[in-house]
């Protein structure tokens, strides 16, 4: 199985902070690799796709980077509404696999 | 609108069955890959199985694989989890999730809650 490591599991952050949030992969997906905003009680919603992919909707200070094994969220300047966990997901090979979230909280 | 909506969780003794469903709307069902994928309480996400649009091709994680059942049917736009023998570790909050590789996850149900527990 891919294993998906994320950091940091968690960061304190003030509103107009800049954030990075990194997914090491334990094998080469390509750019076979999503990020989902999560917050409590609601399901997750998509954000990046194909590494790097603005999905439709979603804010444009969210972007994604990587291909193989490195990738990265970045938050360009937080907003109040983006205080969430954020998870990568690898959809190259099965089983699918996420990374273990990561808790943007306010400083 | 694309909608998903779960349903057929509840409490079940360890060892005991429950049968979740997930109504689709909004776009062409039997064209998608559909997923299952849970959350356990204050835990992160675990992807748990797939079907292929025709249902002919299943996955199973490794965790619920031999005790899960994914299955599908097209003229009621529904997908379907029969899960067995279950226990404390398969408690969570399960998604109906859409999306295969091509465009993978791209759109959750609100979840239903599976509690085990006697």
């Known amino acids: 199985d891919i294993q998906m490591t994320q950091s940091p599991s968690s960061l304190s952050a003030s509103v107009g902070d800049r954030v990075t949030i990194t997914c090491r992969a334990s094998q080469g997906i390509r750019n076979d690799l999503g990020w989902y905003q999560q917050k409590p009680g609601i399901a997750p919603k998509r954000l990046i796709y194909a590494a790097s992919s603005l999905q439709s909707g979603v804010p444009s200070r969210f972007s994604g980077s990587g291909s193989g094994t490195e990738f990265t969220l970045t938050i360009s300047s937080l907003q109040p509404e983006d205080f969430a966990t954020y998870y990568c997901l690898q959809h190259n090979s099965y089983p699918w696999t996420f990374g273990q979230g990561t808790k943007v909280e306010n400083k | 609108e694309v909608q998903l909506v779960e349903s057929g969780g509840g409490l079940v003794q360890p060892g005991g069955s429950l049968r979740l469903s997930c109504a689709a709307s909004?776009?062409?069902?039997?064209?998608?890959?559909m997923n299952w994928v849970r959350q356990a309480p204050g835990k992160g996400l675990e992807y748990v199985s797939v079907?292929?649009?025709?249902?002919?091709?299943?996955y199973y994680g490794n965790s619920v694989k031999g005790r899960f059942t994914i299955s599908r049917d097209n003229s009621k736009n529904t997908l379907f989890l029969q899960m067995g023998s279950l226990r404390a570790e398969d408690m969570a909050v399960y998604y109906c999730?859409?999306?295969?590789?091509?465009?993978?996850?791209?759109?959750w149900g609100q979840g239903t809650l599976v509690t085990v527990s006697s």
């Open positions: 079907i292929s649009q025709t249902g002919d091709v299943t």
């Open positions: 909004g776009f062409t069902f039997n064209t998608y890959i």
């Open positions: 999730v859409r999306g295969g590789s091509v465009n993978p996850l791209d759109y």
